[in-house]
């Protein structure tokens, strides 16, 4: 069984498109997580839902939206898309009762803007 | 702002070529460094947390430690199978649950 799952794995499209990529956790986590990581591996937060709260909402363009419709799924929708968007994303997830709980990481979602 | 170095950027080992790596961070007050293993294409994957100045801990060929300034990541009698890239993050007080990563370094063990 896949802990935390992304969908899909790989997204290519043009720009201006408006995209979604999923994400679901089954470990029975509280927490969730986007990170982006760029061209030169850096790994970076955008957002952090605890129990479908937004926690954490890093310097990040007004077109990403997170959207959690329960604790186990958190979705981010990207509008616009422009070519500096292009990136890995990736979920993770934590269970969520002390900032230092491990953060498990999906399989990520190679996004690509043409 | 909290910020963590991580060097070399990238490390050639032949196999059993022991060596260490090293993450140097700066914040305001440490909640937790954590050590993470990330081969391409995937995830990063959990190694290890360490939360005060003194503490190790072990798994298989690796070791954790941490000082006030820098953690080390030392690799024994390294395999092929250890190659990866190695990402270190600190969580500092006050942050929430939010993690900054160092940009890794890429490891390569040789045959």
């Known amino acids: 069984d896949t802990a935390v799952s992304q969908t899909p794995k790989y997204l290519v499209t043009q720009m201006g498109n408006d995209k979604s990529i999923k994400c679901e956790q089954n470990l029975g986590h509280d927490t969730m997580y986007w990170y982006k990581q760029d061209s030169k591996k850096f790994l970076k937060i955008m957002f952090s839902y605890n129990n479908k709260e937004l926690i954490i909402n890093e310097t990040v363009p007004n077109r990403f939206s997170p959207k959690s419709p329960d604790k186990a799924h958190l979705n981010l929708h990207i509008n616009s898309l422009e070519l500096g968007d292009s990136a890995v994303y990736f979920c993770?997830?934590?269970?969520?009762?002390?900032?230092?709980?491990?953060?498990?990481f999906g399989p990520g979602t190679r996004l690509t803007v043409l | 702002e909290d910020q963590v170095t991580q060097s070399p950027e990238a490390l050639r080992l032949q196999e059993g070529e022991s060596s260490s790596l090293n993450c140097s961070y700066t914040?305001?007050?440490?909640?937790?460094l954590f050590w993470y293993r990330q081969d391409p294409g995937k995830g990063p994957e959990f190694l290890f947390t360490?939360?005060?100045a003194g503490e190790e801990k072990e798994k298989e060929r690796l070791k954790a430690t941490l000082t006030k300034k820098e953690s080390f990541l030392h690799i024994t009698a390294p395999k092929p199978e250890d190659s990866a890239t190695y990402l270190c993050?600190?969580?500092?007080?006050?942050?929430?649950?939010?993690?900054?990563f160092g940009k890794g370094t890429l490891l390569t063990v040789n045959p």
């Open positions: 360490l939360y005060s």
């Open positions: 914040v305001s007050g440490l909640r937790g």
């Open positions: 993050a600190v969580q500092a007080v006050g942050s929430n649950y939010k993690l900054t």
């Open positions: 993770a997830s934590s269970q969520g009762r002390d900032p230092t709980d491990t953060q498990y």
